[in-house]
């Protein structure tokens, strides 16, 4: 994101090489997070105009928005499960998706979507990430947004698709089945904001 293009909840001082530039889609957010509207969201925005709280709605939108777009990949329809893929941490998150999605959006396995993320710094890296040998010692932790289940903008998401490298959706994959095969009950609530959580992965 440039200086000219300021967020009310984003980190204006860093930006995406690759931002997602969607726009997003309020019917499909309320299908994943029906608390962030009606009287609960009013409630919510109230809290956050007198800044009691965190405007998730805004911070969703910017998200899709600026944050950094790249592969994500269907590992398993039964349960739904997706891996997200962050080039920073050279990494994937496993996400967990409502069954019903499989077939609202025609999903198998090996399909390809697009995650955005945005990327945090804490003393620790998230305990369910496995990073990978090409990890840039940036960050600690990131957020996936599943752009595809948060717009009806398909055409920017196909034509980022088509900008990402074979290899990248390759290490996707690769990694997403590998952690499944390690890990089949490992997985993030793949709903926006709470996809932030690490899962809890056995130690050892």
Request: glycine share 6%; aromatic share 10%.
């Amino acid at each position: 994101m440039s200086a000219g293009n300021r967020t009310k909840t984003l980190d204006d001082s860093t930006f995406a090489t690759d931002p997602g530039q969607i726009r997003l889609s309020h019917t499909k957010l309320r299908v994943l997070r029906p608390d962030l509207y009606g009287l609960s969201g009013l409630l919510q925005s109230v809290r956050a105009y007198f800044r009691l709280g965190w405007p998730q709605r805004n911070y969703i939108q910017e998200q899709l928005e600026c944050g950094d777009s790249r592969a994500a990949v269907v590992i398993s329809t039964s349960p739904l499960l997706i891996a997200a893929y962050t080039d920073e941490l050279d990494c994937i998150a496993m996400l967990r998706f409502p069954r019903e999605f499989v077939d609202q959006y025609h999903l198998s396995t090996g399909t390809r979507l697009l995650t955005v993320n945005c990327y945090g710094s804490l003393p620790d890296y998230d305990p369910d990430l496995i990073l990978g040998p090409k990890l840039i010692e940036r960050w600690t932790g990131f957020h996936p947004l599943i752009a595809d289940f948060l717009t009806d903008d398909g055409e920017r998401v196909e034509a980022r698709k088509k900008q990402i490298a074979e290899d990248e959706w390759q290490r996707a994959l690769d990694m997403g089945t590998e952690y499944a095969r390690h890990y089949p009950k490992v997985a993030r609530d793949g709903r926006p904001v709470y996809s932030a959580t690490p899962a809890q992965r056995p130690k050892g």
